[in-house]
């Protein structure tokens, strides 16, 4: 069992939802509610576009960072409708969410390009919250392992051990994402723990034992307490509970 000690980070991806007052005054209520936290747990947000610059404002010298949800490769350019990682820096962000399985199925995100957004996040002086999942037809398979495994090591493809340190990896299989179904604490600690041994073969113990792998997929109050006691399991990626201060204040508390 692995008992290395790593403070946890609670991240809640409010995807595409919240008008820019809106943000502002969840924001505000959010700051409140976690104020108690302090250093117990990391928490992080992820607005939209948006709203990342007046939710910065809201969250400064707070104990809640910021985290965007996607960005493009490239530093600027002829490209249309997206954002540079030195784009959102300015904006605030200290994290970004790359290679959710949305962004994956829906706008055809593959390993290669989500290993160049890693690359230009990092390069941008930013953490990368990488996501792997498996689809319900795969997990079926009994491919799980394998597949959280390719993604892991397309993803971080030519990144060093000191960079890894700083990625955050988000196991969410794709079947318990908005469905209300989740991955019981067991299924999650088994690809957890398969994810830390790929990352020691990649990078060694040491690091290994420092990268945070978090859970995602229909996180609640009610099942975060049972899958973040898991060992390998060191805070959650909330999707849906997020939207709501009560719930996903619950969700930090259950981790705390």
Not at 65 to 73: I, S
Not at 142 to 149: E, H, I, N, Q, Y
Request: aromatic share 4%.
């Amino acid at each position: 069992m692995n008992i290395t000690k790593r403070r946890p980070i609670i991240a809640g991806n409010w995807k595409m939802n919240k008008t820019v007052p809106e943000a502002i005054a969840f924001a505000r209520e959010l700051r409140g509610q976690l104020a108690v936290i302090r250093d117990k747990v990391e928490v992080v947000v992820a607005p939209p576009f948006v709203d990342l610059q007046p939710v910065a404002k809201v969250l400064e010298d707070s104990n809640i960072g910021l985290a965007a949800q996607n960005c493009h490769w490239v530093e600027s350019g002829a490209f249309t409708g997206e954002v540079s990682a030195p784009m959102v820096k300015s904006a605030g962000c200290e994290y970004v969410i790359l290679g959710h399985s949305e962004r994956r199925q829906l706008f055809g995100e593959t390993d290669e390009t989500v290993n160049k957004k890693i690359r230009a996040v990092l390069d941008a002086g930013m953490k990368p919250i990488l996501c792997l999942g498996e689809t319900l037809a795969e997990r079926e398979a009994k491919r799980t392992l394998d597949v959280v495994a390719r993604q892991l090591r397309g993803g971080l493809q030519g990144v060093n051990a000191v960079e890894a340190a700083e990625v955050v990896i988000a196991y969410e299989p794709i079947w318990a994402i908005g469905t209300g179904r989740n991955a019981t604490s067991d299924q999650a600690q088994e690809v957890h723990a398969h994810l830390r041994e790929q990352l020691t073969v990649l990078f060694g113990r040491p690091i290994a034992d420092r990268i945070r792998i978090q859970y995602g997929g229909s996180v609640k109050p009610d099942n975060a307490a049972e899958l973040l006691r898991q060992p390998d399991v060191d805070g959650a990626l909330v999707g849906g509970a997020c939207l709501k201060v009560a719930e996903f204040t619950a969700i930090v508390k259950a981790c705390a």
